[in-house]
């Protein structure tokens, strides 16, 4: 059974940093790319960025002049900074597994697994 | 960048009814798509990939067709529990969601 806990402050000011992490419990942690997606209240889904175990990373390109994702694969974790943030940052950010790494090196898929969500409000 | 449009934004429906939500690629994502669904306050459960292929777990009164440019996702009978929000994907050209279509209680 694949679990995503996920972790982090949930209060910041603006121009802050936010950081979170998502740890990866079952499954294949070098399989995979890990993404995090946001939603803020009441809206729809924004892809945010994605990592796989060596530290390769994509980005929104939205965000891709805030964003930091990073991994650390001795503990089957990933992390999101996001910097300088604004109220419009306010969302509830997920982690979540996909798409799935064949031998050959290409992926392919969507998100099958998520962490609980963590609500992060940035307001002064 | 690929939009998806997804119709309708609401939805209200009885139990036992059938109900399809659509969503639009701005272009053609092949069969790299995929349906969620939402209800408050919890993560999105993925219920379809791969425009057919049934998430291991999800009833069988979810159906999802397609391709090209224009997909649906049908319910063929509701049931209480499938009051929810539904989300496409689309995971051709990074990933786009679709604006969601809240589906609510007659």
């Known amino acids: 059974q694949v679990q995503l806990p996920q972790w982090g402050a949930g209060l910041l000011k603006p121009s802050e940093t936010l950081s979170l992490t998502c740890a990866v419990s079952?499954?294949?942690?070098?399989?995979?790319?890990w993404s995090w997606i946001r939603q803020p209240p009441g809206k729809g889904l924004e892809w945010i960025g994605e990592?796989?175990?060596?530290?390769?990373?994509n980005y929104n390109p939205s965000l891709k002049s805030r964003v930091t994702i990073s991994v650390d694969a001795s503990k089957n974790q990933f992390s999101l900074k996001l910097s300088s943030v604004t109220a419009a940052d306010t969302a509830v950010y997920y982690c979540a597994r996909g798409p799935k790494i064949y031998v050959s090196g290409w992926s392919w898929g969507s998100f099958d697994y998520w962490g609980q969500g963590t609500l992060v409000t940035v307001s002064s | 960048d690929i939009q998806m449009t997804q119709s309708p934004s609401s939805l209200s429906a009885s139990v036992g009814d059938k109900v399809t939500i659509t969503c639009r690629a701005s272009?053609?994502?092949?069969?790299?798509l995929a349906w969620y669904q939402q209800k408050p306050g919890e993560a999105p459960k993925r219920l379809i990939y791969?425009?057919?292929t049934l998430q291991s777990g999800v009833p069988s009164r979810f159906t999802g067709s397609g391709s090209g440019t224009e997909f649906t996702l049908t319910i063929s009978s509701l049931q209480p529990e499938d009051f929810a929000t539904y989300y496409c994907l689309q995971h051709n050209s990074w990933y786009t969601f679709g604006q969601g279509t809240k589906l609510e209680i007659k």
């Open positions: 272009q053609g994502i092949r069969n790299e």
């Open positions: 791969a425009v057919s």
């Open positions: 079952g499954g294949s942690f070098s399989g995979y790319y």
């Open positions: 990592t796989d175990h060596s530290g390769t990373t």
